[in-house]
């Protein structure tokens, strides 16, 4: 609206607020919900198409942005979740980064072999020293099938090392 006071169902503003002289609203639609409105007021000169388009894509970002920190709060509640229980059932996992080849492992697998708990990402060829010689050939296999997609169901069973040295 470029003659605000013109407007019929104006509001009134808070004591001590601005004049409104123009002001330009605009919907950021959802999936054909508007889930928010951003609105912007006087300018100098009256708004325009540029305008509108520059608002709407500020409110499109800002609506994006928002989404994505939730998005990573509700990731972060849900690691710390997965955390928690992993350690309250004393269960080792393993995880290995196949794009940039980092194995990481949780403490309880570390200490269910015996050894100390590592702070860092591993490697692959630790972990493969760790195989008993026997299950190598089969392991090996195993991760060419995942790493083509050539299976139907993947379980495979080695032994590790132990601290100690054993099986």
């Known amino acids: 609206h470029n003659d605000y006071a013109s407007l ?3 509001r009134g503003m808070p004591e001590g607020h601005a004049q409104v002289v123009r002001e330009l609203v605009v919907p950021i639609f959802r999936c054909h919900r508007i889930v928010a409105i951003v609105g912007v007021g ?3 000169g009256e708004y325009n198409e540029t305008d509108v388009r520059i608002v709407l894509l500020l409110g499109d970002f800002s609506w ?3 989404t994505r920190k939730k998005a990573e709060e509700r990731l972060k509640e849900s690691e710390e979740r997965l955390r928690l ?3 309250a ?3 080792g996992t393993w995880d290995w980064d196949v794009e940039h080849d980092i194995w990481r492992a949780s403490p309880v697998y570390y200490t269910m072999l015996g050894y100390e708990p590592k702070t860092s990402p591993g490697d692959r060829e630790e972990w493969m020293a760790r195989l008993h010689p026997d299950d190598k050939a089969l392991f090996t296999q195993k991760m ?3 790493l083509s997609r050539d299976f139907d169901d ?3 069973e080695a032994r590790l090392r132990h601290a100690d040295g054993t099986y």
Do not use: A, C, G, S
């Open 85 to 87: 229980t992993l350690e």
């Open 154 to 156: 993947y379980q495979y």
């Open 144 to 146: 060419h099938d995942v």
């Open 89 to 91: 059932t004393q269960i």
């Open 64 to 66: 994006e942005i928002v």
């Open 42 to 44: 006087n300018k100098p």
């Open 8 to 10: 019929p169902n104006r």
